[in-house]
């Protein structure tokens, strides 16, 4: 399997040259050249989650043994789940939780940020490269968190993450904050994240730098979802999903389709199920949830990408994007692969702030996806109306897909079972939950988890206890223009 750029310009790269370079050359991001089948696709139901991770994943990463990638696979997922399936699948208000966020740090991003570390360090055997990798990671708050988790002492590498200042909840600061591995470096910046990603984008290409890095010794790479290193690991568990939906309590019938919704931000998780769908899994409609930050919503209703607009502060955080990444790739596959147009749209991005895409492009994209936006106080209301009925509690940002799938299935009448992607646990937001289901906030953000977990009886996650008391140990804030100066400088150079 080779990758291409989306630009067209950078020459195709194998998966281990795509995942150790981030992003191409070209500006342009990595894709696959094709999407294989799922072979037996419906002879997969009795697997468990990490043998369909191999069957799924063997394709994308042929260059890779099976040995190879059964060691990738145990080593991301092997007693780092609170749950033994792994991806628990679980029926609530109508629709099909698919809960990403049993693992390290509470959040999906652990779901390929496990894995992606383990297919760089191989990644880097494979092409004889040893200049330590530095790896960069703007965050809107969970990709830092699981990345310096997933990163944490991997030989070869130094991981460097920038988040928004003051823009992340209290946990996801903390957790960030108190990265005790000795390769980690982290800033919050002042800005807000799509300052971080640009001026990410921009030192991951600049021709001086890499010069300067290569002459010392090192080598970029990103850990965003930039890099498809991440999006592969993510098809996994739709093809699980789907898969539970048909063995748990008959949903559906083999072959019967599905629709997916995902809160969206950058917009990795839902391309991911995008991939799903073109390996094979049966897909009707992909539900692209955004909360006030609605930039998604309207170009997918429109057509119109514009991110000149007003940036809003929510209680979901890490969906607060206006420019999001992966869009392009979509873009790519929608253009049948026209890479020309797709520079001239993020040409036209980067110049204006605003595109338009084709009609033959807009009308592929109105036939398979829907879109819809929740505001906070009708996401807090989902939030405490879904517990009020059934008990069952979620985050915010999965709060974002079920309002907005409940606002579809009402709009359109379209009852097909859908899946959730339910991207964190509530406790990462602790006190916008308890709001929601009207407790107290406590004095702070861990006194609110406490009081969340005796009126709820849900188990705090293991990667929460125990932080209020580790030390805080990167205290920076910097500005954005300052970003490269300071990896500069924690490198030597
Ligand atoms: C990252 C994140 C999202 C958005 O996912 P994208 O792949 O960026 O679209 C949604 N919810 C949570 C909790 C996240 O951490």
């Given at each position: 399997m080779k990758y291409k750029s989306t630009r067209g310009i950078a020459p195709e790269m194998s998966a281990s040259g795509a995942i150790i370079k981030?992003?191409?050359?070209?500006r342009g991001l990595y894709v696959p050249e094709e999407f294989p089948k799922l072979e037996a696709f419906n002879h997969?139901?009795?697997?468990d989650y990490k043998s369909i991770a191999a069957k799924v994943l063997a394709p994308y990463l042929s260059e890779f043994s099976a040995e190879e990638l059964k060691e990738c696979i145990d080593g991301a997922y092997d007693g780092k789940?609170?749950?033994?399936?792994?991806v628990p699948v679980r029926k609530a208000g109508g629709a099909y939780f698919l809960?990403?966020?049993?693992?390290?740090?509470?959040?999906?991003?652990d779901m390929a940020l496990q894995l992606m570390p383990r297919l760089l360090v191989k990644s880097m055997e494979k092409n004889h490269e040893d200049k330590t990798v530095v790896i960069l990671v703007s965050t809107s708050g969970d990709t830092g968190t699981a990345a310096l988790k997933g990163f944490?002492?991997?030989?070869g590498t130094q991981i460097v993450v920038f988040f928004p200042d003051g823009a992340v909840s209290p946990v996801q600061e903390r957790q960030m904050r108190t990265a005790s591995g000795s390769n980690a470096h982290v800033f919050s910046i002042l800005g807000n994240f799509d300052d971080a990603q640009t001026t990410q984008k921009q030192i991951l290409s600049d021709d001086v730098l890499l010069k300067e890095m290569e002459a010392a010794g090192f080598t970029f790479s990103a850990a965003n979802s930039m890099n498809v290193g991440r999006l592969i690991p993510q098809i996994v568990y739709y093809v699980w999903g789907y898969l539970k939906m048909v063995t748990d309590d008959g949903a559906i019938f083999p072959g019967d389709p599905i629709n997916i919704c995902v809160p969206s931000g950058n917009f990795g998780n839902i391309l991911s199920a995008y991939y799903a769908m073109r390996m094979g899994v049966p897909v009707k409609k992909l539900i692209c949830a955004s909360n006030k930050n609605k930039v998604l919503t309207d170009f997918m209703n429109t057509g119109i990408y514009d991110a000149n607009r007003e940036f809003f502060v929510t209680n979901s955080p890490s969906m607060d994007i206006l420019i999001s990444s992966n869009l392009e790739r979509l873009l790519y596959h929608l253009a049948d692969e026209d890479a020309a147009e797709v520079r001239s749209l993020m040409d036209q991005l980067s110049e204006t702030g605003r595109y338009q895409v084709s009609e033959k492009v807009f009308e592929k994209l109105s036939k398979l996806f829907a879109a819809g936006y929740a505001d906070e106080d009708e996401i807090n209301a989902a939030i405490g109306d879904l517990y009020a009925e059934e008990g069952y509690l979620m985050d915010t940002h999965t709060a974002v897909g079920y309002k907005v799938w409940k606002d579809y299935a009402e709009r359109t009448g379209d009852y097909t079972p859908t899946l959730i992607a339910s991207t964190a646990s509530p406790y990462k937001f602790a006190a916008s939950i308890a709001g929601s289901i009207g407790i107290e906030p406590g004095a702070d953000e861990f006194d609110t988890i406490e009081r969340l977990f005796i009126a709820t009886g849900y188990p705090v996650p293991s990667g929460l206890a125990g932080l209020k008391d580790r030390p805080v140990v990167h205290k920076e804030a910097i500005k954005r223009e300052d970003m490269k100066e300071r990896v500069k400088k924690l490198l030597g150079l």
């Open positions: 981030g992003i191409a050359a070209d997969m139901a009795a697997l789940y609170s749950v033994p399936e792994i809960e990403l966020y049993h693992g390290p740090t509470a959040a999906f991003k944490e002492n991997v030989p």
